[in-house]
């Protein structure tokens, strides 16, 4: 009898028992909760396909959805002191920064890579909201900077794609300090006269969203992004009144002319490319309005 129940009938059930995918295959949407092949969701650039919601991708991804096959290449961030306030809550902030570093490969929260959108020269400016809430601190001021630079000299557009809580709080008063400085940064690509162009993406909240974040040639943003300064319920709690639906998201931020665009995932890079092919046209590109007026409308 053991050899029947210990042996044929495991071989019986395994010839009849359906096996079972791996976990590791499938994911599920945060907004929907529909499972989500991973396969399918990487062809679909991380948008459910039952609901449309936009997940969120890392500066890799990223970039090489924006950049031409081919012809995008790292861009060096110069380095910057570490602790520089010797921080420490619950954990020292060095901990936090070795240990996001070593999930990450990066050194910071932004990457920086030039190269070409449609044939045209760019500069791509890129968060990563997972490391450290893609928070901006000496080292992200230091990377829009550098984006900047080389924007200027190699007569490049700027595109920033933040996703961002905001300023980081373990670097204080000199985290701050990167609003005005990214904000000098990105006025001296507009006098050399070369288009800056912002994509906002989920989240775009803090001293981001009060800096370089909003100061765009052309602002866009994907949808159901969320795009503030503070959080919705600090506003509600403050005012003590009930918000309208869908505040401090996209399609709000959009119809109360906050935003140009509101453009689906699939058609960034092309939209992107249009506007990159009016703005640096020879002629000195369009007007904004015109512009706004070829993009697709909101999903």
């Not at 791509?124 to 900047?148: H, R």
Request: proline fraction near 6%.
């Amino acid at each position: 009898m053991n050899w029947l129940t210990n042996f044929v009938r495991p071989k019986l059930q395994a010839l009849v028992r359906r096996a079972e995918a791996p976990e590791s295959l499938w994911t599920a949407c945060s907004s929907c909760g529909q499972m989500l092949y991973k396969r399918d969701l990487a062809s679909s650039l991380k948008v459910c396909g039952q609901c449309g919601f936009h997940m969120r991708l890392g500066p890799t991804e990223r970039l090489d959805m924006l950049f031409d096959k081919g012809t995008a290449r790292p861009v060096e961030i110069p380095p910057v002191t570490l602790d520089p306030l010797r921080f420490r809550d619950r954990r020292r902030y060095t901990e936090r920064l070795r240990e996001a570093q070593g999930k990450h490969g990066e050194r910071d929260a932004i990457t920086v890579a030039a190269g070409e959108i449609g044939g045209h020269k760019a500069v791509v400016a890129c968060f990563d909201f997972d490391f450290l809430g893609g928070s901006m601190g000496m080292a992200v001021g230091e990377g829009l900077i550098a984006a900047a630079g080389q924007a200027i000299g190699e007569g490049a557009a700027l595109i920033a794609v933040p996703a961002s809580g905001g300023a980081r709080m373990q670097e204080g008063i000199l985290s701050l300090m990167q609003m005005p400085r990214s904000t000098i940064a990105v006025s001296s690509v507009k006098e050399a006269g070369l288009p800056y162009i912002v994509l906002l993406t989920d989240p775009t909240t803090g001293g981001v969203s009060a800096s370089f974040a909003m100061l765009g040639d052309i602002a866009i943003a994907e949808p159901g992004a969320v795009i503030g300064f503070t959080g919705q319920r600090v506003i509600q709690s403050t005012i003590r009144e009930t918000l309208p639906e869908g505040f401090q998201r996209a399609e709000f931020l959009h119809a109360h002319g906050m935003v140009d665009m509101v453009v689906p995932r699939g058609e960034l890079r092309a939209t992107i490319a249009r506007l990159l092919a009016l703005l640096m046209s020879p002629k000195g590109g369009l007007p904004v309005a015109v512009v706004a007026e070829a993009a697709p409308e909101p999903g």
